[in-house]
């Protein structure tokens, strides 16, 4: 079974400042998508970022980026400039490119950004 | 507007009744799912279903159940067997012709009193 985990409950990080979230999953999949998603307090679901599992080369959206360490199983989400708008749960999230569209999410970080 | 409309927003109800959230589409997309988001626990997965009269159970499907008539359609029904409801409510679906991103409704708030 598929599982993502998120080892930092609550983070914090200075206006303008880089901040750097961690998650790991384990999976025998060979193919799959990893995703960041970003939850603010209207709890509307944002897709911040995503990464197909046979590309390389790290995805990056503007002020955010991952690290995707395959072998490692560890997909990091890095912010640079740090906005208060970022202030938000940001959840990591693994789906299988098999066929299956079992979707599955870790337990979140709760980013905060100080002015 | 194409979207993903989840009813009732709030939902109270009393021990021992079950209760139906409604999740309605109107994407065209093919998969659809239901998730419940706890403090400290992120979104667990309760069903989900990859097509219409077929579903699979998902991580916490006890208590829960689900049927798939409709493409557009996925409604979650909380048991009385569920021991402990309340909690927030989301609904998903996914499409093939995405990159890979789900879609989400707005959510639902069950508070059992």
């Known amino acids: 079974a598929q599982t993502v985990t998120q080892s930092q409950p609550e983070m914090s990080v200075q206006e303008a400042e880089t901040v750097t979230l961690s998650c790991t999953y384990d999976t025998s999949e060979n193919n799959y998508y990893l995703f960041w998603y970003k939850q603010p307090p209207s709890r509307q679901m944002i897709l911040v970022i995503r990464?197909?599992?046979?590309?390389?080369q790290n995805a990056t959206e503007n002020r955010f980026s991952v690290n995707f360490q395959k072998a490692a199983k560890s997909f990091s989400l890095k912010i640079s400039d740090s906005q208060l708008g970022d202030t938000a749960m940001y959840f990591c999230?693994?789906?299988?490119?098999?066929?299956?569209?079992?979707?599955?999410f870790g337990t979140g970080t709760r980013l905060k950004v100080l002015a | 507007d194409g979207g993903i409309t989840q009813s009732p927003k709030y939902l109270f109800r009393k021990e021992g009744q079950n209760v139906t959230l409604s999740c309605e589409q109107n994407l065209n997309h093919d998969a659809m799912y239901w998730y419940r988001q706890d403090p400290g626990q992120g979104l667990r997965l309760i069903y989900y279903s990859q097509i219409v009269n077929d579903f699979q159970k998902g991580d916490i499907a006890e208590g829960y159940s689900v049927s798939r008539e409709k493409k557009e359609s996925f409604p979650l029904t909380v048991t009385s067997a569920q021991k402990n409801p309340t909690a927030f409510y989301l609904c998903?679906?996914?499409?093939?012709?995405?990159?890979?991103?789900?879609?989400f409704g707005e959510g639902s708030r069950l508070t059992v009193l």
């Open positions: 990464q197909e599992a046979y590309k390389q």
């Open positions: 998903a679906t996914w499409g093939l012709a995405g990159h890979g991103e789900l879609f």
């Open positions: 999230a693994f789906m299988p490119a098999s066929g299956t569209y079992k979707y599955i």
